[in-house]
């Protein structure tokens, strides 16, 4: 009983370390820093143009895959491969690392908007 105790801790203890928590204070200040506010505004709720999507509240997992897919296509990865091809955000990613995406993406999903109603 011991030993299997202790073999489900030993397993417990390498998934939490292969799992990257997220770090809010980290991604806020990432956002703020890599120039992010300059189209999205500061609150991410904000934009200053309807052509810059509202980032705050929109669902965690679907913001990096979002960022990721504009990564790939900075790469030119082949288009199988779910690129997404701007510009814009293409010149954007170049500056982020895979923890900055990570953790941008999971602080931008606590802020309010009317995108994050159905958690209110
Ligand atoms: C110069 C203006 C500008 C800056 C600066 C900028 N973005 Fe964007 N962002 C855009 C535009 C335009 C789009 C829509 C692109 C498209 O149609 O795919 C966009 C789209 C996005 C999306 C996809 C949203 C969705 O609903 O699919 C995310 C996520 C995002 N930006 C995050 C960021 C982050 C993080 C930064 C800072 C590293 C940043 N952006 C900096 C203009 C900008």
Redesign the pocket.
């Known amino acids: 009983m011991k030993q299997v105790s202790l073999m489900l801790s030993g397993m417990v203890l390498a998934i939490s370390g292969v799992a990257h928590a997220a770090d809010l204070v980290a991604g806020k200040a990432?956002?703020e820093t890599?120039?992010?506010?300059?189209?999205?505004g500061a609150d991410a709720a904000s934009s200053v143009a309807p052509?810059?999507?509202?980032?705050a509240g929109?669902h965690e997992d679907?913001?990096k895959h979002?960022?990721n897919a504009?990564a790939r296509g900075a790469r030119n990865a082949p288009a199988s491969s779910n690129i997404?091809k701007?510009p814009?955000?293409a010149?954007?990613?170049q500056?982020?690392s895979a923890e900055?995406?990570v953790n941008?993406?999971a602080w931008?999903a606590t802020l309010p908007s009317d995108l994050s109603n159905k958690r209110q």
């Open positions: 990432a956002f890599k120039g992010c506010v300059a189209c999205h052509m810059y999507p509202i980032l929109q679907y913001l979002a960022l504009y997404r701007n814009i955000m010149v954007q990613v500056n982020l900055d995406i941008i993406s931008l």
